[in-house]
């Protein structure tokens, strides 16, 4: 299920009425969201999908932050929920390496993992791949962020109105050529995506 549904992106295009589209619009609407979760730095979940939904994901850190040794910073976020956490620089990640929930709490709005410093009996290793998270990390379908359905729904309405000069830079009607507008992603959609971008993300 996608966060923008087909009749909220139709608002966005008040020329185009009844369902004959609605097939197209749904496809573009799916190509647009996987394309921003790419471009936020969402990886394949465990489906082997990029999407903004909320997903479940195996993350692999090489470590906790360089800045503060207590805190694991994921490459996705938000964190909805987490179900393991393992500290194994060997990679193995079996049960003793496990480190019990109750040792850490979230930052779910920045993906990060916090140990909680009275309780935790086991620091976070630095190495190749050494913490493995079992996690699910996206943005509710039912309340997605107003402002990041915006910037879907503009970008599926560009989209749309532009399909038929894909490829193309100039167009002739009535003896006269016009520029076709570049279907790339408008500056105002890039604003909007900035403060969603995960971990090492560049806009």
Do not use: W
Request: include cysteine; glycine fraction near 4%; charged fraction near 20%.
């Amino acid at each position: 299920m996608a966060l923008v549904s087909n009749t909220t992106a139709k608002l966005y295009i008040p020329e185009l009425s009844g369902s004959t589209m609605d097939t197209l619009i749904t496809d573009i609407i799916a190509r647009v969201e996987a394309t921003f979760a790419r471009l936020l730095g969402f990886p394949e979940n465990t489906s082997g999908q990029h999407t903004l939904n909320a997903a479940d994901y195996i993350l692999y850190e090489d470590g906790p932050m360089y800045s503060n040794s207590e805190v694991i910073q994921l490459s996705v976020k938000p964190i909805v929920t987490v179900t393991s956490v393992h500290s194994d620089v060997d990679r193995v990640y079996g049960s003793a390496t496990l480190i019990a929930s109750s040792e850490y709490e979230l930052d779910k709005e920045n993906a990060k993992i916090i140990q909680k410093p009275n309780t935790a009996t086991t620091s976070f290793d630095h190495g190749y791949r050494a913490l493995k998270i079992v996690c699910n990390c996206g943005y509710n379908t039912s309340t997605p962020p107003a402002d990041l359905v915006h910037a879907i729904c503009i970008m599926t309405a560009k989209i749309y109105r532009l399909r038929g000069n894909i490829g193309q830079d100039s167009i002739t009607q009535r003896q006269s050529t016009i520029k076709v507008q570049a279907l790339n992603i408008p500056p105002e959609v890039r604003q909007i995506l900035y403060p969603y971008r995960n971990t090492s993300m560049i806009l």
